[in-house]
C-alpha cells in the first residue's frame, strides 16, 4: 500500500494552459500629447473612468481577435484614420518618431472609441502594442454632417507642475509688458529649478493631526523637511518587510 501523503497536491501546482501575455492588447503612452482640438481640459473625473474601463476591457483580448473578428470592431468602432474628413494631416505629428511618419504601410494610424458618445482613442500598433497617439473627446479627428463637418474647440488639460509653470510665465510676461527687466538668464534658471523641484512629486491627502505631527519634527529640528520624514518612513517599512520576509 502507497503511504498517504500528509498533503495533497495542490491545484495551484497543476500546469494550466493560458494565453501568452505577449498576445494580449497592451497600451504604450510613449507618444500621446495633448495638441488644438484634441484637448482634455473639460473632461470630468466620468471620462477618465471610461476611457480606463474601455483600456481594461481591450486588455482581456488578443490583438488577433481584435483586428480579426468584425464584430469587435464594430463594437469599437474601429478603423483606419480617413484622412479626408480630420482636420490634421499625418505629417502634423511631428513628435513622433520620422521613420513612424514616413511608412505609412507599416504603421497606419487607426482610432477606437472610448464609447458611442465620449469620442476616440487614436494611435498606431506595433506588434500588440497601441501607441496612443491622441485622445479625441470631441469626435474631431472623424468630422461627419452631425457636427457640420466642423471642428469642436477643447482646451488643453493642465496637470499642478503645468499649471505653475503656465502661472510663473505669465507673472513674468506681465512684468516685462510693465517695463521690468528680467535678464533671460535669470529667467531661464528659475524654470529650471521649478522643474528640478518638482521631478519625482508625490502628492497624498493627510489629516490634520499628520500635518500637526509633520510641523512638530521640522519644528524639533527632528527632520529638515516633509521629503525627509516620508523617505524615513518609507526605509522603516523596508527594513520591518525584510525581518517578516
Known amino acids: 500500500m502507497k503511504p498517504l501523503l500528509a498533503?495533497?497536491?495542490s491545484q495551484a501546482n497543476r500546469p494550466v494552459t493560458r494565453t501568452p501575455p505577449e498576445s494580449?492588447?497592451?497600451?504604450?503612452?510613449?507618444?500621446?500629447?495633448?495638441?488644438?482640438?484634441f484637448g482634455l481640459g473639460e473632461q470630468s473625473q466620468t471620462w477618465f473612468v471610461a476611457l480606463l474601463k474601455r483600456l481594461r476591457s481591450l486588455c482581456e483580448i488578443t490583438k488577433d481577435r481584435f483586428i480579426q473578428e468584425a464584430s469587435l470592431k464594430d463594437q469599437f468602432h474601429y478603423h483606419d484614420i480617413k484622412w479626408d474628413h480630420a482636420p490634421i494631416d499625418r505629417k502634423d505629428f511631428d513628435w513622433v518618431d520620422q521613420e513612424i511618419i514616413e511608412n505609412e504601410n507599416e504603421y497606419p494610424f487607426f482610432q477606437f472609441s472610448v464609447s458611442q458618445s465620449l469620442g476616440r482613442v487614436v494611435g498606431f500598433f506595433e506588434g500588440p502594442t497601441f501607441f496612443v497617439l491622441l485622445l479625441d473627446p470631441a469626435h474631431n479627428i472623424y468630422l461627419t454632417k452631425y457636427s457640420n463637418y466642423?471642428?469642436?474647440?477643447?482646451?488643453?488639460?493642465?496637470?499642478?507642475f503645468s499649471?505653475?509653470?503656465?502661472?510663473?510665465?505669465?507673472?513674468?510676461?506681465?512684468?516685462i509688458d510693465h517695463g521690468v527687466n528680467i535678464p533671460e538668464h535669470i529667467w531661464c534658471g528659475a524654470r529650471g529649478y521649478i522643474a528640478s523641484q518638482y521631478s519625482n512629486l508625490v502628492v497624498a491627502r493627510?489629516?490634520?493631526?499628520?500635518?500637526?505631527?509633520?510641523?512638530?519634527?521640522?519644528?524639533?529640528?527632528a527632520a529638515d523637511g516633509t521629503a525627509d520624514i516620508v523617505s524615513d518612513a518609507l526605509k522603516s517599512y523596508a527594513d520591518q518587510m525584510k525581518d517578516i520576509v
Not at 24 to 36: A, N
Not at 163 to 175: P, W
Open 7 to 9: 498533503h495533497p497536491p
Open 24 to 37: 494580449y492588447f497592451r497600451f504604450s503612452l510613449r507618444y500621446w500629447k495633448q495638441i488644438e482640438n
Open 150 to 160: 466642423k471642428v469642436t474647440n477643447t482646451t488643453i488639460g493642465r496637470c499642478d
Open 163 to 175: 499649471g505653475l509653470l503656465e502661472k510663473t510665465e505669465a507673472i513674468v510676461s506681465l512684468a
Open 206 to 221: 493627510v489629516d490634520d493631526d499628520t500635518v500637526h505631527t509633520i510641523d512638530q519634527l521640522i519644528s524639533l529640528s
